[in-house]
């Protein structure tokens, strides 16, 4: 049964995108002077796996994202990269409390905005899913973090609440926490309950002996969970399992872009929570608000494709297409009764069947066995004109009243 808890309102997104100010022109990154920032990435003509797997092409004539704002809650977003040229607001450090968050030291943010709604470019084989999507960066991690660490409960509420108040339709949150919180809960909650779709990292500790914490906000109800794969189909490695999975999606040597230009391959949840992240905004784009049962996120749950199962999978493998085009009935399915129990007497048919079997095998044997006794009896009662079969009296020889010579017995 699908987590998603029912949407109520929508967020208004052009007054929104007003009130977050306009589009900055493009600028050279800017990085904290004692961190070394990543470096750009070559230029790949290839199209990736990941978008020969998703078939972004087969969306491009229902939908390509509209004007909608989707949120990447991560370390920001490179502006100035030509793909995303434009496209990108000023957003909001989280982390400082104010400020932009139009640039990216990590990459790891212009990453997930890539895949999300990097646009065409000559000699570029990648291309987002949502390509004509607005960026709204929220940076909640200014530095790179450990294996097993993650974003500060507060500050993730704080981009939530952020992210909803600058008209975003769809949050991504590709840099996650292991410690739940009422205050982010709370933040969720009221997003979801303002119409906008939470997606969310299931986390990459998968590989780790012993129990795993649960990944938030994924784990919160109403929030899309996303694990990855790899291009064979089978689980990333590091992907976590578990209840919190509702969907999967690339996430093994995803080409998207790097930071400050070129292209850059990147591993994770992360990276396949923007995947789902740019399916959600476009179904919002062709679907509009989709109240009741879960809306867009039980859309994405029940068109995903059939994975070999398990807590990794949750329902499949993210099919943009079918989320765009497919409608889905408006009421859960009822469940089907139970089977009666199986009656270890014999039934009253069964009885009748079987009597009535009986007789007819005792009048066919009788039938035959009559036509037997004619067919024998009447060619031979013909054949004696139906006299008895007596056998006539011996003749009798007259003895000689003189002796004579002995009566020859074998002529």
Same mark, same amino acid.
């Given at each position: 049964? @699908?987590?998603?808890?029912?949407?109520? $309102?929508?967020?208004?997104? $052009?007054?929104?995108?007003?009130?977050?100010?306009?589009?900055?022109? *493009?600028?050279?990154?800017?990085?904290?002077?004692?961190?070394?920032?990543?470096?750009?990435?070559?230029?790949? @003509?290839?199209?990736?796996?990941?978008?020969?797997?998703?078939?972004?092409?087969?969306?491009?004539?229902?939908?390509?994202?509209?004007?909608?704002?989707?949120?990447?809650?991560?370390?920001?977003?490179?502006?100035?990269?030509?793909?995303?040229?434009?496209? !990108?607001?000023?957003?909001?450090?989280?982390?400082? +409390?104010?400020?932009?968050?139009?640039?990216?030291?990590?990459?790891?943010?212009?990453?997930?905005?890539?895949?999300?709604?990097?646009?065409?470019?000559?000699?570029?084989?990648?291309?987002?899913?949502?390509?004509?999507?607005?960026?709204?960066?929220?940076? !909640?991690?200014?530095?790179?973090?450990?294996?097993?660490?993650?974003?500060?409960?507060?500050?993730?509420?704080?981009?939530?609440?952020?992210?909803?108040?600058?008209?975003?339709?769809?949050? *991504?949150?590709?840099?996650?926490?292991?410690?739940?919180?009422?205050?982010?809960?709370?933040?969720?909650?009221?997003?979801?309950?303002?119409?906008?779709?939470?997606?969310?990292?299931?986390?990459?500790?998968?590989?780790?002996?012993?129990?795993?914490?649960?990944?938030?906000?994924?784990?919160?109800?109403?929030?899309?969970?996303?694990?990855?794969?790899?291009?064979?189909?089978?689980?990333? +490695?590091?992907?976590?399992?578990?209840?919190?999975?509702?969907?999967?999606?690339?996430?093994?040597?995803?080409?998207?872009?790097?930071?400050?230009?070129?292209? #850059?391959? #990147?591993?994770?949840?992360?990276?396949?929570?923007?995947?789902?992240?740019?399916?959600?905004?476009?179904?919002?784009?062709?679907?509009?608000?989709?109240?009741?049962?879960?809306?867009?996120?039980?859309?994405?749950?029940?068109?995903? !494709?059939?994975?070999?199962?398990?807590?990794?999978?949750?329902?499949?493998?993210?099919?943009?297409?079918?989320?765009?085009?497919?409608?889905?009935?408006?009421?859960?399915?009822?469940?089907?009764?139970?089977?009666?129990?199986?009656?270890?007497?014999?039934?009253? *048919?069964?009885?009748?069947?079987?009597?009535?079997?009986?007789?007819?095998?005792?009048?066919?044997?009788? #039938?035959?066995?009559?036509?037997?006794?004619?067919?024998?009896?009447?060619?031979? +009662?013909?054949?004696?004109?139906?006299?008895?079969?007596? $056998?006539?009296?011996?003749?009798?020889?007259?003895?000689?009243?003189?002796? +004579?010579?002995?009566?020859?017995?074998?002529?």
């Amino acid at each position: 049964m @699908s987590r998603f808890a029912r949407t109520t $309102a929508v967020a208004c997104v $052009a007054a929104a995108m007003c009130a977050a100010g306009a589009v900055p022109a *493009a600028a050279a990154p800017r990085a904290p002077a004692n961190q070394r920032c990543a470096e750009p990435g070559p230029t790949v @003509s290839e199209v990736p796996w990941a978008q020969r797997m998703l078939g972004p092409e087969r969306v491009r004539p229902f939908t390509r994202g509209g004007n909608f704002v989707v949120a990447v809650l991560d370390s920001g977003v490179d502006a100035g990269h030509p793909q995303l040229g434009g496209r !990108v607001l000023a957003g909001f450090d989280a982390v400082a +409390g104010s400020g932009p968050a139009d640039d990216d030291c990590l990459g790891t943010g212009t990453q997930i905005a890539g895949v999300i709604g990097a646009r065409q470019e000559q000699s570029v084989g990648f291309i987002g899913l949502a390509p004509d999507v607005t960026i709204l960066p929220i940076r !909640v991690i200014a530095e790179r973090i450990g294996s097993g660490n993650g974003a500060e409960p507060q500050v993730l509420a704080r981009g939530i609440d952020e992210a909803v108040e600058r008209g975003a339709s769809v949050i *991504a949150v590709t840099t996650i926490t292991y410690s739940d919180s009422p205050v982010l809960q709370g933040a969720v909650a009221n997003a979801i309950s303002k119409g906008v779709v939470v997606v969310a990292a299931a986390g990459d500790l998968g590989d780790q002996r012993g129990a795993i914490p649960p990944p938030y906000p994924a784990a919160y109800d109403g929030v899309v969970g996303v694990g990855a794969i790899r291009e064979s189909g089978v689980l990333w +490695g590091k992907s976590q399992q578990g209840e919190y999975v509702d969907v999967v999606a690339p996430g093994e040597n995803v080409l998207t872009l790097s930071r400050a230009g070129g292209m #850059a391959v #990147a591993n994770g949840t992360a990276v396949a929570t923007g995947f789902v992240a740019a399916t959600a905004v476009l179904v919002r784009s062709r679907r509009g608000v989709m109240d009741g049962q879960g809306g867009i996120g039980r859309q994405i749950e029940r068109t995903a !494709v059939p994975s070999p199962g398990g807590s990794g999978y949750g329902s499949g493998v993210v099919d943009p297409y079918a989320a765009v085009t497919a409608r889905l009935a408006a009421v859960s399915p009822e469940p089907l009764p139970d089977l009666p129990a199986l009656s270890s007497g014999e039934s009253p *048919a069964w009885a009748r069947a079987r009597d009535v079997a009986m007789i007819g095998t005792a009048i066919a044997v009788a #039938a035959v066995l009559v036509v037997l006794v004619f067919a024998v009896v009447m060619p031979r +009662g013909r054949r004696r004109f139906w006299r008895t079969a007596v $056998a006539p009296a011996p003749t009798q020889e007259a003895e000689p009243e003189e002796p +004579g010579p002995p009566v020859q017995l074998f002529p």
